[in-house]
């Protein structure tokens, strides 16, 4: 089974809305002298929490990823960034599960349309689905596990694309899978009213108030995550994965430390 529909057809990004936080509630106003006062004590916590990153036994040490994506909230230019997903699927245990999860979820898909569409004989065809909702009541597509990724991208989107090869295989009854498939990651990056961070308990009102007034701005994190994945028949036969990255993926460019970036 999958948990998003598919349909042959080239990679297309389907229909995700994301919330516009504290602006969903609140209209905009011009910053008070208080709200400026607030928001430098917040950069400085920024400048604090970027110093002690990898230095041990000292709390929050391991939030490259969060920092990076708060500098750029806290910049206030509202453009969309690239983050990497590879690096959350690879540190973060929600993150492997939802890899696995979407590994499976492509080869389905594959299987399905080729089933539909081409019943017993070979077949060539791309794939693209809905999105699936990461950080929900769904366990195959959950919620960060650590903080680092709780605060980088938390609850998020997720669509699937795939270029497929099939040959049917009449000694086994059954085809012959090659899928070279994308997961298409995006989430909105903002506060919201009425939630707070899991780690540190601090409301989200601490943050929200800087989208209202314009000293920050929320803005959209993207990326992307490409697998080759080989097999026959119905999933999950025996199959084999390729094209995952041999080199330790870096830590965000935007981090302002080098050691924070390595």
């Excluded at 903002?190 to 780690?199: L, T, V």
């Excluded at 989200?204 to 992307?224: C, H, P, R, W």
């Excluded at 028949?233 to 094209?243: D, E, R």
Aim: aromatic share 12%; with cysteine; charged share 20%.
């Amino acid at each position: 089974m999958t948990y998003a529909v598919y349909r042959r057809g080239a990679a297309s990004r389907p229909h995700i809305t994301h919330d516009n936080g504290f602006l969903d509630k609140f209209a905009r106003r011009a910053p008070t002298t208080s709200d400026r006062m607030q928001y430098a004590q917040w950069r400085a916590k920024l400048e604090a929490g970027e110093a002690i990153q990898g230095v041990p036994l000292v709390p929050h040490n391991a939030l490259p990823d969060a920092l990076a994506a708060y500098r750029h909230f806290l910049d206030g230019s509202g453009t969309d960034r690239q983050f990497s997903y590879e690096r959350y699927a690879a540190n973060d245990p929600s993150g492997q599960v939802t890899l696995q999860s979407a590994i499976l979820e492509a080869m389905n898909a594959a299987y399905d349309v080729h089933t539909l569409n081409y019943p017993g004989i070979d077949g060539s065809f791309s794939f693209t689905g809905s999105a699936i909702a990461c950080g929900g009541t769904n366990g195959y597509f959950p919620y960060p596990k650590t903080e680092n990724w709780q605060k980088a991208i938390g609850a998020h989107q997720i669509w699937i694309s795939g270029d497929v090869v099939a040959k049917w295989n009449a000694t086994k009854n059954a085809a012959d899978f090659e899928v070279t498939f994308t997961i298409h990651a995006e989430d909105r990056y903002n506060f919201n009213p009425g939630a707070k961070d899991i780690a540190t308990g601090i409301p989200d009102d601490a943050n929200g108030v800087f989208e209202i007034t314009g000293l920050a701005k929320q803005y959209m994190n993207y990326s992307t995550l490409t697998r080759h994945a080989t097999w026959t028949g119905k999933p999950p036969a025996a199959f084999s994965v390729s094209m995952v990255p041999w080199l330790r993926q870096r830590q965000p460019s935007d981090n302002r430390r080098v050691r924070n970036v390595l």
